[in-house]
């Protein structure tokens, strides 16, 4: 548990190496990544941190500032520079997938590279949006976190976990890891509320300064994703970025790194020491252009 800048800020630490940092989305907290196994994965050859962002897991999330993704990005960067952690490479999943643009964007020669994963990057209307904003707001929703939101966020959890899992099932190993009353806690009610309610406009914000991005990108998304369009989203910011590759996995919805972790390994791996990703976007997808080696080896890249 790290006390960074006025908050209670909680990370696993795994392994030895080059330096990964992994970031989850909302709902969640830092063990999605341990029930996924991708933590185990990449430890074996790096030095592994994951983070429960603020107000998810055992993190706090004060009320002095927006914890927009700019914001949680700036403090995950004073925690890592508290840690001694130099040029990582930065994973971010969904929500995460924000934050880690904006640490990308606003500390470049900060890390290595990003590793984006069923990532939100351009403003499109979101249902959830509207429907969690209320439970944001001060005083109200302080009342409907502890009363109304919170009876439908039990009764709806399951749900929701298996929307984010379509069309793969839901495999036992999340239950079994990640709590279902730390998921459905007030405090983490209103991050996922707050987090929501910023995504149209952050989304917009950050899409406008893509042209920024100067660090290598490795973006994966899954065919069938049904929370994140991967055409509008994921193929558009490769289209956008130069030095990005692109993985897209058939048959996977938004939880990518249950159905392959092995691809998102591959996909940190091409990221080498110097920055630099062993193949560039033109040489990343699909049809008649090659993808990394790696993914090309367990047959994964579209």
């Known amino acids: 548990m790290l006390e960074v800048d006025g908050v209670r800020l909680h990370c696993v630490e795994r392994g030895a190496g080059s330096p990964v940092v992994l970031l989850h989305g909302n709902t969640v907290s830092h063990r999605d990544f341990e029930a996924s196994g991708l933590i185990d994965r990449l430890a074996r050859h790096h030095r592994v941190i994951a983070f429960d962002r603020p107000g998810f897991g055992h993190s706090s999330r004060p009320r002095d500032r927006l914890w927009t993704p700019r914001a949680q990005g700036a403090l995950f960067k004073a925690a890592l520079a508290q840690m001694g952690v130099e040029r990582p490479v930065v994973l971010g999943h969904s929500m995460g997938s924000m934050v880690a643009m904006a640490i990308g964007l606003d500390d470049p020669a900060g890390v290595r590279g990003l590793v984006l994963i069923g990532g939100y990057y351009y403003p499109s209307l979101r249902v959830d949006a509207l429907l969690t904003a209320?439970?944001?707001l001060p005083v109200l929703g302080d009342?409907?976190?502890?009363?109304v939101t919170a009876l439908s966020a039990r009764l709806l959890l399951e749900r929701l976990v298996e929307t984010m899992f379509m069309p793969n099932d839901v495999p036992a190993a999340f239950w079994d890891v990640l709590s279902r009353e730390m998921l459905v806690r007030p405090v983490q009610i209103r991050a996922n509320?707050?987090?929501?309610a910023f995504m149209i406009?952050?989304?917009?914000?950050?899409?406008?300064r893509h042209g920024e991005l100067r660090v290598p990108v490795a973006i994966i998304a899954g065919t069938d994703d049904v929370v994140v369009d991967v055409e509008a989203h994921s193929v558009h910011l490769h289209e956008e970025l130069q030095n990005s590759s692109l993985v897209v996995l058939p048959g996977a919805g938004h939880m990518v790194h249950y159905v392959a972790p092995e691809a998102v390994v591959a996909a940190v791996?091409?990221?080498q020491p110097d920055g630099m990703p062993m193949s560039a976007s033109s040489d990343s997808i699909p049809a008649t252009n090659e993808a990394p080696a790696e993914l090309q080896a367990i047959g994964l890249a579209v």
Do not use: F, H
């Open 269 to 271: 791996n091409t990221l």
């Open 143 to 147: 009342v409907m976190r502890y009363t």
């Open 134 to 136: 209320p439970a944001a």
């Open 193 to 196: 509320a707050e987090d929501a």
């Open 201 to 208: 406009g952050q989304a917009k914000a950050s899409s406008e």
